[in-house]
């Protein structure tokens, strides 16, 4: 079991900023993937962004490119996720997930870990 904890939620107008933090205290997770996936009530799980194991290869769902940049610092066992110009529509509760596959999976099934999520709130 990969323990994840997300942080770094909260309430932004629109137009604002936030940076989600998912770290992990098992020493394999530089080993893994890892994505973030949001969830809004009703809707299904969504991919949000995704890089590898070295943090070099990304892939973004189209609704964030531009906008959101994931990174990782294996150092210190933490991905986050810079989100700007957030818009009301991505209003979500936010998953960091872990991935044993190699490259950068973005279904859901592809993901063994998922931490607890954190509640992003949008203004308008």
């Not at 490119?65 to 991505?90: C, E």
Request: aromatic share 12%; glycine share 8%; proline share 4%.
């Amino acid at each position: 079991q990969v323990p994840l904890v997300e942080s770094g939620g909260g309430l932004v107008q629109a137009g604002g900023s936030l940076t989600l933090s998912c770290a992990s205290s098992d020493r394999t997770f530089t080993s893994y993937s890892v994505a973030w996936f949001r969830q809004s009530p009703g809707w299904a799980r969504q991919f949000v962004a995704v890089l590898n194991q070295s943090g070099r290869n990304i892939n973004y769902a189209d609704s964030v490119r531009g906008r959101f940049t994931i990174s990782r610092d294996n150092a210190k066992n933490t991905v986050y996720l810079q989100m700007n110009n957030l818009k009301p529509a991505d209003a979500a509760v936010y998953y960091c997930a872990a991935s044993t596959i190699w490259g950068i999976p973005t279904l859901t099934h592809h993901y063994d870990y998922w931490g607890p999520g954190t509640q992003v709130t949008v203004s308008s």
